[in-house]
T-cell receptor, first 111, second 113 residues
Framework: GESVGLHLPTLSVQEGDNSIINCAYS??????FIWYKQESGKGPQFIID?????DKRQGQRVTVLLNKTVKHLSLQIAATQPGDSAVYFC??????????FGGGTRLMVKP | KAGVTQTPRYLIKTRGQQVTLSCSPI?????VSWYQQTPGQGLQFLFE???????NKGNFPGRFSGRQFSNSRSEMNVSTLELGDSALYLC????????????FGDGTRLSIL
């Protein structure tokens, strides 16, 4: 599959460990945030979202934390599995309801 | 329910040519957005269509255009292709205009020789 980014920051974790992927966003007026996962050769896949009136939201094995004070978003993946290996993007909704994507982080899971 | 379908998956063109890419949204979704993904620039918004009307447009030259049909299917067109247009073009659909989250197709990989 094609590479979505040749110089992406990379997080390497051991299978079974927890992963934390961080994202800084730019617009303090953004009120909605999404995490997407992109596997090689595929389009971004929705993982979890959070609105600005929340600090934390949990899904299945994933948790998103939002710190509006420092404009920081994180995605926590519990018990990371080889199938979690992918590029992860955070995205924010700006004025006009357009998605603005971060640069992405490559997660590599070592068996 | 079938996901977002993009055709073709791969395309090779030469400089100066034009190209048309197609996107079929998830059944019942009426909004379609297009994005360009490159290693250098990441994912960038091109435009959004809803009810056959362009609702939003990103910062791309006029060579990039699109349209939406009454069945919500969308096409995007790039004219006078340049080497820098080589990219993965992604289509995403959502229920209504501005509705989130958007659901993405697997893209069309366009290579310009």
């Amino acid at each position: 599959g094609e590479s979505v980014g040749l110089h992406l920051p990379t997080l390497s974790v051991q299978e079974g460990d927890n992963s934390i992927i961080n994202c800084a966003y730019s617009n303090s007026a953004s009120d909605y945030f999404i995490w997407y996962k992109q596997e090689s050769g595929k389009g971004p896949q929705f993982i979890i979202d959070i609105r600005s009136n929340m600090d934390k939201r949990q899904g299945q094995r994933v948790t998103v934390l939002l710190n509006k004070t420092v404009k920081h978003l994180s995605l926590q993946i519990a018990a990371t599995q080889p199938g979690d290996s992918a590029v992860y993007f955070c995205a924010e909704i700006n004025a006009g309801n357009m998605l603005t994507f971060g640069g992405g982080t490559r997660l590599m899971v070592k068996p | 329910k079938a996901g977002v379908t993009q055709t073709p998956r791969y395309l090779i063109k030469t400089r100066g040519q034009q190209v048309t890419l197609s996107c079929s949204p998830i059944s019942g979704h009426r909004s379609v957005s297009w994005y360009q993904q490159t290693p250098g620039q990441g994912l960038q918004f091109l435009f959004e269509y809803f009810s056959e009307t362009q609702r939003n447009k990103g910062n791309f030259p006029g060579r990039f255009s699109g349209r939406q049909f009454s069945n919500s299917r969308s096409e995007m067109n790039v004219s006078t292709l340049e080497l820098g247009d080589s990219a993965l073009y992604l289509c995403a659909s959502s229920l209504e205009a501005g509705h989130q989250p958007q659901h993405f197709g697997d893209g069309t990989r366009l290579s310009i020789l």
